[in-house]
């Protein structure tokens, strides 16, 4: 069976700019979250997808958006950049009840 | 709502001494609880978790953890250490219903000297 594959691994982006973070969650797994672990810090839950469909979300503003899509890939995409955003995103897939399975991460630098 | 408080920012260990690493949390109904691991620049990686039935739990690499509901603890142990083991050590409680989403620890740096 697959794993949850992130892209990009790194990624540098200026202040103000957009980012769009891309999960391909595990076969078989239909629930996605993401969160945010800035360094020294344990992973800060952002929101999580079921079925396409947003069903809980962290306190993160709504600068922070994201997508699932039927084959329960996601997408998280963050508009206006603060410096405060750079951190490690992770993507986790899980069945509805059950452990995550968690990807490699996206590490953002915003400059 | 619910927490984890990992009380310790670091666990200093021997290697081939036994090793514990502290977790309580606060969850309404019979919780849900996790542990995973995290190397340098990686991922977390599930160790094992617990959901009913018998309070030991064992998992990857030797670990186990103990449930126990009247202290509201989930430690994790292993009864002899290996260098290998050191990385970062995340507790995570999901409650029993709802939209199942969990809550993490801060963390906790395991370090095992030769």
């Known amino acids: 069976e697959t794993g949850v594959t992130q892209s990009p691994t790194h990624l540098i982006k200026t202040r103000g700019q957009q980012v769009t973070l891309r999960c391909s969650s595990q076969?078989?797994?239909?629930?996605v979250s993401w969160y945010q672990q800035a360094l020294g810090q344990g992973p800060q839950f952002i929101f999580q997808?079921?079925?396409?469909?947003?069903?809980g979300r962290g306190n993160f503003p709504p600068r922070f958006s994201g997508l699932q899509f039927p084959n329960y890939s996601s997408e998280l995409n963050v508009n206006a950049l603060e410096l405060d955003d750079s951190a490690l995103y992770l993507c986790?897939?899980?069945?509805?009840?059950?452990?995550?399975?968690f990807g490699s991460g996206t590490r953002l630098t915003v400059v | 709502a619910q927490s984890v408080a990992q009380p310790e920012d670091q666990v200093n260990v021997a290697e081939g001494n036994p090793l514990t690493v502290k977790c309580t949390y606060s969850?309404?109904?019979?919780?849900?609880l996790f542990w995973y691991v995290q190397y340098p620049n990686r991922g977390l990686q599930f160790l094992l978790k617990?959901?009913?039935?018998?309070?030991l739990v064992k998992g990857s690499y030797g670990f186990e953890a103990e449930f126990n509901k009247s202290q509201t603890s989930f430690h994790l142990k292993k009864p002899s250490a290996l260098v290998s083991d050191s990385a970062l050590y995340f507790c995570?409680?999901?409650?029993?219903?709802?939209?199942?989403?969990?809550?993490f620890g801060r963390g906790t740096s395991l370090i095992v000297h030769p």
């Open positions: 986790a897939s899980s069945p509805p009840v059950g452990s995550y399975t």
């Open positions: 076969s078989g797994h239909n629930t």
């Open positions: 997808y079921y079925r396409e469909e947003e069903n």
């Open positions: 969850v309404s109904g019979n919780p849900y």
């Open positions: 617990y959901i009913t039935g018998d309070n």
């Open positions: 995570a409680v999901r409650p029993p219903g709802g939209s199942y989403i969990p809550t």
